[in-house]
């Protein structure tokens, strides 16, 4: 079992930034590759950004290339989504994923462990 408590949501104006962190417990999180997704409203969930156990490598979706960056910190079981350049599309709820397994090129396949998710709204 994993459990999963993000962070860091808020309102912000466009062209800000938000630091979002998602702490686990439960079970060894370096194990682990670690994801985040996002759902606007009237939308379906879509990837946002994983990275591998280790944390050498990252992968995005397309449109927060250069914009978004994933890391995480093993000795403090966190990863951390930090968000630059945040447009009025990046509006949506923010959720942690947990235990997934990421294919070749980078896809993500999410895992059975999520987080509440946070709120991330951004204003024009």
């Known amino acids: 079992q994993v459990q999963l408590v993000e962070s860091g949501g808020g309102l912000v104006q466009a062209g800000g930034s938000l630091r979002l962190s998602c702490a686990a417990s439960?079970?060894?999180?370096?194990?682990?590759?670690m994801g985040w997704f996002r759902q606007a409203p009237g939308k379906e969930r879509e990837f946002v950004a994983v990275?591998?156990?280790?944390?050498?490598?990252?992968f995005y979706l397309d449109s927060v290339k250069g914009r978004f960056t994933i890391s995480r910190d093993n000795a403090k079981n966190t990863v951390y989504l930090q968000m630059n350049s945040l447009k009025p599309e990046d509006t949506a709820v923010y959720y942690c994923?947990?235990?997934?397994?990421?294919?070749?090129?980078?896809?993500?396949?999410?895992?059975?462990?999520w987080g509440q998710g946070t709120q991330v709204t951004v204003s024009s």
């Open positions: 990275i591998t156990r280790s944390g050498i490598s990252t």
């Open positions: 994923n947990a235990d997934g397994r990421i294919y070749a090129g980078g896809t993500y396949d999410p895992g059975r462990y």
């Open positions: 439960g079970r060894t999180f370096s194990s682990i590759p």
